[in-house]
T-cell receptor
Framework: AQSVTQLDSQVPVFEEAPVELRCNYS??????LFWYVQYPNQGLQLLLK??????LVESINGFEAEFNKSQTSFHLRKPSVHISDTAEYFC???????????FGKGTKLTVNP | DADVTQTPRNRITKTGKRIMLECSQT?????MYWYRQDPGLGLRLIYY???????NKGEISDGYSVSRQAQAKFSLSLESAIPNQTALYFC?????????????FGSGTRLTVV
């Protein structure tokens, strides 16, 4: 069965610093990978996804994630964070052919001034 | 109006009471899901439905039941609420064959069982 591990439960950083939120998954078949963001007191919003093709995917607000099949990872990065990026970030995976998402436990990103 | 609406937004109920959480959507999606979010545990799937006549258990269905009244409505019931069902509950939708493009989530229902 597929599973998702987010290695850091909390990541504090200063504004304009780079950040990496780590995500590893386990699956024996091909997968689709997602990052969702949850701002305080809100639902989850899709940030970016990998389905196929280029292993580097980008969001409209400067985040990017790279699918690494050999390391079964899908880490999320941003070169310079803003206060407004403070949120909880969830990595999720669905195995090819399944539309059920399995979520990681989440990483709380706190951007400090 | 939101694409996926959950009611109520907040609810406090007593142990042993029956409670229903409702979800309705205007996306026209045929697939609907109920997740539960607990601090430090992420989101866990309770039930999912791929169409009105198709209901499936998720990983933590014990103590819960669901009803898919129409394509647009998917309700979650706690027949006899207990304190460890205190959590944030999310409904989500996806389209046939398009689930790979991501789910649309509601804003959540915060349930407290005292």
């Amino acid at each position: 069965a597929q599973s998702v591990t987010q290695l850091d439960s909390q990541v504090p950083v200063f504004e304009e610093a780079p950040v990496e939120l780590r995500c590893n998954y386990s699956s024996s078949v091909s997968v689709y990978l997602f990052w969702y963001v949850q701002y305080p007191n809100q639902g989850l919003q899709l940030l970016l996804k990998y389905l196929s093709g280029s292993t580097l995917v980008e969001s409209i607000n400067g985040f990017e994630a790279e699918f690494n099949k050999s390391q079964t990872s899908f880490h999320l990065r941003k070169p310079s964070v803003h206060i407004s990026d403070t949120a909880e970030y969830f990595c999720a995976v669905s195995e090819g052919g399944s539309e059920k998402l399995v979520f990681g436990k989440g990483t709380k990103l706190t951007v400090n001034p | 109006d939101a694409d996926v609406t959950q009611t109520p937004r907040n609810r406090i109920t007593k142990t042993g009471k029956r409670i229903m959480l409702e979800c309705s959507q205007t996306k026209g999606h045929d697939r609907m899901y109920w997740y539960r979010q607990d601090p430090g545990l992420g989101l866990r799937l309770i039930y999912y439905s791929f169409d009105v006549k198709d209901i499936n258990k998720g990983e933590i269905s014990d103590g819960y039941s669901v009803s898919r009244q129409a394509q647009a409505k998917f309700s979650l019931s706690l027949e006899s609420a207990i304190p460890n069902q205190t959590a944030l509950y999310f409904c989500a939708t996806s389209d046939t064959g398009q689930g790979y493009y991501g789910y649309t989530f509601g804003s959540g229902t915060r349930l407290t069982v005292v």
